[in-house]
């Protein structure tokens, strides 16, 4: 079982709102991810980051943000929530090549959000 | 354009049977591929995990197969529980970046009855 968290499991908040999805490791692990997946679709990267004061985007255009000012600490944020964010939001993180068997990412249990 | 198809889309099998996942990938330049469980409202948690030297690999009651030839991969359950219930995604990831890039298919649904 990897030590990766996610608060909150499920959200349901109405349009308009500013919400940050908190993801936290306790591995020591340098690469963090998030990804979007919505039901019967593959998982999509929006952001990632290298360590700390690194990040970047993903291959999904996301109007999200994240920041890393620790390493084990990478927080998503949405300023003004839409109906078009509702979806399953997964944070992961992976090792250096030098440390890890194949860059596998441990993935988080996921937050389910709902915007009304 | 690197991609992971799988297949069936969904599978509903009895208790104790067994079934074979399918997955084909186009990523390259190619470097692992591994197969993922995941519950419904958890996160995906990784099963096997084979390089290109590698065509099989077992973990309990779950045997991958790879074919880099054919870009095919398998994942074969056997004597399935009703706990097998998941979904199950193929995931390969390519030697042409630092991040360690996955590509992911949109898994394959399945269904253990009693």
């Known amino acids: 079982e990897a030590d990766i968290y996610q608060t909150p499991r499920y959200l349901v908040i109405g349009t308009g709102k500013k919400i940050t999805l908190e993801c936290s490791q306790t591995?020591?692990?340098?690469?963090m991810y998030w990804y979007q997946q919505d039901p019967g679709m593959e998982l999509h990267l929006i952001h990632y980051?290298?360590?700390?004061?690194?990040?970047e985007k993903g291959d999904l255009s996301s109007e999200s943000t994240v920041s890393r000012i620790r390493t084990e600490h990478f927080p998503l944020t949405l300023e003004s929530a839409r109906p078009s964010h509702t979806s399953q939001y997964l944070c992961?993180?992976?090792?250096?090549?030098?440390?890890?068997?194949?860059?596998?990412?441990?993935f988080g249990p996921g937050t389910r959000l709902t915007v009304l | 354009k690197n991609q992971v198809e799988q297949s069936p889309q969904s599978l509903i099998i009895l208790e104790g049977k067994n079934c074979t996942l399918q997955?084909?990938?186009?990523?390259?330049?190619?470097?692992?591929l591994r197969w993922y469980k995941q519950d419904t409202g958890r996160g995906p948690v990784s099963l096997t995990i084979?390089?290109?030297?590698?065509n099989t690999k077992s973990n309990g009651r779950y045997t991958a197969t790879l074919d880099a030839d054919t870009k095919q991969s398998s994942l074969h359950i056997t004597a399935s529980q009703l706990s097998d219930s998941a979904s199950y995604i193929c995931?390969?990831?390519?030697?042409?970046?630092?991040?360690?890039?996955?590509?992911f298919g949109r898994g394959t649904q399945l269904t253990v009855w009693p």
């Open positions: 992961a993180s992976s090792a250096p090549s030098r440390q890890a068997v194949y860059n596998e990412q441990f």
């Open positions: 591995m020591g692990h340098d690469k």
């Open positions: 980051s290298y360590g700390v004061n690194s990040t």
């Open positions: 997955c084909n990938y186009t990523v390259s330049p190619f470097s692992n």
């Open positions: 084979m390089t290109f030297s590698e």
């Open positions: 995931v390969v990831s390519d030697r042409g970046s630092t991040l360690g890039r996955l590509y």
